[in-house]
């Protein structure tokens, strides 16, 4: 019997990366992982070459949150692996699935302090679902497989891959590429007969729907038990969408800067249903003294009265059988509060209000899917921005990095390429990121930039001047943002007037390519607090 060619890890890792389905790798090549890219110039999987290492780890997770599939990114050892940092931390704080693979010196030299060796794994440790060095490539194969199997049937977040140049280069028999892996989770299901009762008995149930809900890839499941049993549903930031903000049932936003209906279902329930969500500090603000029951796959964010570590679709397969008896008079009691937020935007003001140009650029972009960066601008879309269909806004909630919007975009356009993009971003954030408009250029993607002028770092002066004694060190000199985009051959236009705006983003949109619209607003504009004076709250994510 003729044995089998050996291969190559580094064409192993490839060979599974295709098995899984992956399209797009997001990376930046250096020494290191070289041996990868070798392997990668044989694959159909398409390399989308990045300008720094944030970028390609923001753009890996606005590809997984648009797709609700894993991104995949990539950078060699030391200082390429160290510039993802960012990225990979915003990625666990949001939970969403990435697997990060990363190049090191080769095993030999490994704690010798060579040139660019640092201890990355214990670096990446704190901000991923696992960290592996790998070091053995007969187990590393294992272990690649259930990476990928963790983050599509489990507990979502980056996972993170670090191999040594020597080992990408090591042979394998490739009839360990064929062994199925094994999702290690037995979730257990018997407290659910606890749960029964509680649920139909209860007279004002309320659905808290968070992003795990997505990953399950369970919203249909669950806007069919919620219109079944007639249960409102509200969501946190991240899972806005997962019923249309239009549904008779949804009551949007909860919590910190929640819509008046969802926060006053939060406080009245006397049971709320908290699926794939981890009751953040911003989310309880809108819960009261109703039984919460938490069904989520990570044990560590369990906190709910009654809690279940299951997957939401699995959980919502189980109680669909469930009937709550008629929520007719607890419906009614919710439509006298507001769904909405009510805020004023009819401002004719030159320069802008930042709420008009935000009105208006909601107003002009058709469908288009929203990338919303870090900053003032931020909380504005999250007010006045109605979210009618899963994944159709994008955006950190839980770490809110400046500079994630327009890397994060070139994923989300790839990832959905029948839509256009419209990244929303102030000239803070712009500065960060900015050397991937390189990235879009190249691939003329049809992404629309807004970038918010107000000249400063607006969330940070308003909070000095309410607690910090004033102003410091928040004025931003910028360059010409029109000649900056030009460079990078890139179309682009100002709009400092009532109504341009609108008209700008309508015609951008229209042109199918890469756009850039600055807008001047007006500096000294507040964004509303939330109700109470919030000087122990971090603003820049909402």
């Known amino acids: 019997?003729?044995?089998?060619?050996?291969?190559?890890?580094?064409?192993?890792?490839?060979?599974?990366?295709?098995?899984?389905?992956?399209?797009?790798?997001?990376?930046?090549?250096?020494?290191?992982?070289?041996?990868?890219?070798?392997?990668?110039?044989?694959?159909?999987?398409?390399?989308?070459?990045?300008?720094?290492?944030?970028?390609?780890?923001?753009?890996?997770?606005?590809?997984?949150?648009?797709?609700?599939?894993?991104?995949?990114?990539?950078?060699?050892?030391?200082?390429?692996?160290?510039?993802?940092?960012?990225?990979?931390?915003?990625?666990?704080k949001d939970s969403v699935p990435l697997l990060v693979i990363t190049g090191d010196v080769p095993s030999?030299?490994?704690?010798?302090?060579?040139?660019?060796?640092?201890?990355?794994?214990?670096?990446?440790?704190?901000?991923?679902?696992?960290?592996?060095?790998?070091?053995?490539?007969?187990?590393?194969?294992?272990?690649?497989?259930?990476?990928?199997?963790?983050?599509k049937k489990g507990k979502t977040g980056p996972i993170h891959l670090n191999f040594p140049k020597d080992i990408l280069q090591e042979e394998i028999d490739p009839s360990l590429l064929g062994e199925p892996a094994k999702l290690k989770r037995e979730t257990d299901w018997g407290p659910l007969n606890h749960l029964k009762e509680p649920i139909e008995n209860s007279e004002k149930p309320l659905i808290l729907a968070g992003a795990g809900v997505l990953w399950s890839h369970a919203d249909e499941d669950l806007e069919i038990f919620a219109e079944k049993n007639q249960i409102p549903v509200t969501t946190t930031y991240p899972a806005r969408g997962i019923i249309s903000e239009d549904h008779l049932l949804s009551l949007g936003l909860i919590g910190l800067r929640g819509t008046p209906a969802a926060n006053f279902a939060g406080e009245k329930a006397d049971l709320i249903l908290a699926l794939g969500c981890r009751l953040s500090e911003r989310t309880r603000k809108g819960i009261g003294?109703?039984?919460?029951?938490?069904?989520?796959?990570?044990?560590?964010?369990?906190?709910?009265?009654?809690?279940?570590?299951?997957d939401v679709k699995e959980f919502l397969e189980k109680v669909k059988g469930i009937t709550i008896k008629n929520t007719g008079k607890w419906l009614e009691e919710l439509q006298k509060h507001e769904r909405t937020h009510d805020v004023f935007t009819e401002f004719d003001d030159t320069p802008l209000k930042p709420q008009r140009a935000i009105q208006e650029i909601l107003d002009g972009m058709?469908?288009?899917?929203?990338?919303?960066?870090?900053?003032?601008?931020?909380?504005?879309v999250n007010l006045l921005m109605k979210v009618r269909e899963p994944s159709s806004l994008i955006f950190s909630g839980g770490f809110g990095p400046m500079g994630y919007g327009i890397p994060a975009a070139v994923g989300v356009s790839l990832a959905r390429p029948s839509r256009q993009v419209v990244v929303v971003v102030g000239d803070g954030g712009f500065q960060m990121n900015v050397q991937e408009l390189a990235a879009i250029a190249e691939m003329d993607l049809p992404i629309t930039i807004c970038l918010l002028n107000n000249q400063s770092l607006g969330i940070i002066r308003q909070w000095q001047e309410l607690y910090h004694n004033g102003p410091f060190q928040v004025e931003l000199e910028n360059p010409d943002f029109m000649k900056l985009a030009h460079a990078?051959?890139?179309?682009?236009?100002?709009e400092d007037s009532p109504g341009d705006v609108l008209v700008a983003v309508q015609e951008a949109v229209k042109l199918n390519k890469p756009v850039l619209i600055e807008i001047i607003i007006d500096k000294n504009e507040d964004i509303p607090l939330p109700g109470e004076l919030m000087e122990n709250f971090t603003f820049s994510g909402d």
């Open 1 to 92: 019997m003729q044995n089998t060619a050996k291969i190559k890890l580094a064409d192993a890792l490839v060979k599974i990366l295709e098995k899984e389905e992956t399209k797009f790798i997001f990376g930046y090549p250096g020494e290191q992982i070289l041996p990868f890219y070798q392997a990668l110039q044989k694959s159909s999987i398409k390399h989308v070459l990045m300008r720094h290492e944030q970028g390609a780890v923001h753009a890996a997770d606005g590809y997984a949150r648009a797709s609700s599939q894993p991104g995949v990114c990539v950078a060699t050892a030391g200082p390429g692996a160290l510039n993802m940092v960012m990225g990979v931390a915003t990625a666990y």
């Open 108 to 151: 030999q030299f490994k704690g010798e302090n060579v040139f660019q060796e640092v201890d990355v794994n214990s670096v990446f440790h704190p901000i991923t679902l696992q960290t592996h060095l790998i070091d053995d490539p007969q187990k590393g194969i294992t272990i690649i497989k259930e990476a990928f199997l963790t983050l």
């Open 289 to 310: 003294k109703g039984t919460v029951i938490q069904v989520n796959l990570d044990e560590t964010v369990l906190k709910g009265d009654l809690n279940l570590q299951g």
């Open 366 to 380: 058709g469908d288009s899917i929203v990338v919303n960066d870090a900053g003032s601008h931020t909380t504005w």
């Open 488 to 494: 990078y051959h890139i179309k682009a236009r100002m």
